[in-house]
């Protein structure tokens, strides 16, 4: 259970928890990553970094080498994060290179982007996963490799286009069902599931094999927040939803059901590439407040309980095989409504930083409610 201390009107003061993992963090490269990766990795116990840098990581050897690099910035700030990767989806990939990956047991899984360059950042260099073929795939379930899938589609399959808001829910029960039945064996992450069709296709397999990870900002908001002051830092892919999926996924996340955990797709942009014209901002939200945030979430929903442990510490270290945090390993969240929201990051040689989601300069600021101590 996590350990919350009340004030004596019963309001929350703090939260302590087993240390959370993140199988969904984005860390960039050169400067960029210098800068950010310090957030990324505090307070967290497992981490997989995201495959789509330019290049994207579509082998082995490149894979290993950027976790090489990553590992190199933990090691110099002193942190504990276990620093997994994952490789980037195209046809090149053989079984051969599943096997490969799977020794290296630092490589865990192979992430799939949609097949549409400007889906998202990123997409649009390799396959997704229903392309993918059938004897990597055999390797896959073969080597305990699991797939991370980013279930957008843009067009159905006779053509017609699909917005925004329609496009995980067609490919949830129009394209992944299909590779589900086919592959009742693959161990499938729908990533940032954010939709009423992408809990019932979780749902709907008893055997565990699919799991789906929830963002913060999915949780918290819906598509009309869009209008706050600081809407353009909630862009990202797949985009906010309506109050209908919210409640789905508030539900799945709060239920204890431990196919449904924590990964926050935590994807910094310079801030010039977030502000401006909202169609033309870049898709990904930076959340170094993203302990706080989920917080926040389990607050509102009366769910400060195990079930918060299961979700932000425990059911994906479970689900990978990955051992829990000690139980002296925690992370103290604290009620504090002064300093919720950790100021813009500076990006070295670059006159530009990177946002925080709801950060303003003014009194305009998302108000969390909770913060957490960063120690770098
Ligand atoms: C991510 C990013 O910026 O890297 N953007 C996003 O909209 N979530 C890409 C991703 O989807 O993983
Ligand atoms: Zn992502």
């Not at 006779?158 to 589900?180: F, I, K, N, S, W």
């Not at 109050?243 to 801030?271: E, N, Q, V």
């Not at 993203?290 to 389990?298: G, H, K, R």
């Not at 070295?348 to 925080?356: F, K, L, N, S």
Request: charged content about 25%.
């Amino acid at each position: 259970m996590p350990l919350v201390t009340t004030a004596d009107d019963g309001s929350v003061k703090s939260v302590k928890l087993p240390r959370p993992s993140n199988p969904h963090g984005h860390v960039r490269d050169g400067a960029l990553r210098e800068a950010v990766t310090p957030w990324v990795l505090a307070n967290t116990k497992h981490l997989i970094v995201m495959p789509n840098v330019d290049p994207p990581l579509k082998t082995v050897e490149a894979s290993l080498t950027y976790l090489g690099e990553v590992e190199r910035i933990r090691d110099r700030l002193g942190l504990g994060t276990n620093v997994l990767g994952t490789l980037y989806n195209h046809d090149g990939i053989t079984p051969k290179m599943i096997e490969q990956m799977a020794a290296t047991k630092r490589i865990v899984s192979v992430k799939c982007y949609p097949a549409k360059a400007g889906m998202t950042t990123g997409s649009g260099q390799g396959i997704p996963l229903e392309q993918t073929s059938d004897d990597v795939l055999r390797a896959a379930i073969d080597n305990n490799i699991v797939y991370q899938v980013h279930g957008e589609v843009d067009t159905m399959k006779d053509g017609t286009p699909l917005e925004p808001a329609m496009r995980e829910r067609y490919y949830m029960t129009d394209v992944l069902p299909y590779v589900r039945d086919a592959h009742p064996d693959l161990r499938i992450s729908v990533e940032h599931g954010t939709t009423v069709q992408a809990v019932r296709l979780v749902d709907g397999d008893p055997s565990g094999k699919t799991v789906m990870t929830i963002t913060p900002q999915h949780l918290l908001f819906v598509d009309d927040d869009f209008m706050q002051p600081w809407g353009n830092d909630l862009k990202c892919m797949p985009i906010l939803k309506w109050p209908t999926d919210r409640a789905a996924l508030i539900k799945a996340a709060t239920s204890g059901d431990r196919r449904f955990f924590a990964g926050t797709d935590t994807a910094p942009h310079p801030s010039r590439k977030k502000r401006g014209d909202f169609q033309l901002a870049a898709n990904g939200c930076w959340l170094p407040h993203w302990i706080s945030l989920y917080t926040q979430a389990f607050h509102a929903a009366g769910k400060l309980d195990s079930v918060f442990d299961d979700f932000m510490s425990y059911s994906f270290a479970d689900w990978m095989g990955l051992p829990r945090p000690e139980p002296d390993d925690t992370v103290l969240v604290t009620c504090d409504t002064a300093h919720d929201i950790p100021a813009p990051i500076n990006i070295e040689g670059e006159d530009d930083v990177v946002i925080p989601l709801g950060w303003t300069e003014t009194g305009n600021r998302l108000r969390v409610g909770f913060s957490v101590r960063a120690d770098f």
